[in-house]
């Protein structure tokens, strides 16, 4: 029997299009093969995100020099 609630999530960064795109991929993926594990996007567009179940989007803005790979921290803080 699968437990549908689970100890853990992922997280991830979705600035751009591009990149909402791929989390979108990643939490269609996370559906089919991992059911009821949540995906938590922070991102500067929520409402691409509205219509999937098992992803927790909020917005934020990036804040890292040139690039936001310190900005993962806001996702991990959020749940």
Do not use: I, W
Not at 2 to 29: G, I, M, P, V
Not at 30 to 45: A, K, Q, R
Request: aromatic share 12%.
């Amino acid at each position: 029997m699968l437990n549908s609630h689970k100890d853990f999530c992922f997280c991830t960064l979705a600035f751009r299009k591009k990149y909402r795109e791929l989390a979108k991929q990643l939490a269609a993926d996370l559906e089919t093969h991992s059911l009821g594990t949540m995906l938590v996007v922070c991102t500067d567009n929520p409402n691409d995100f509205q219509n999937l179940t098992n992803v927790f989007a909020f917005k934020k803005s990036r804040e890292g020099v040139d690039y936001c790979y310190n900005d993962k921290r806001f996702a991990l803080k959020k749940p």
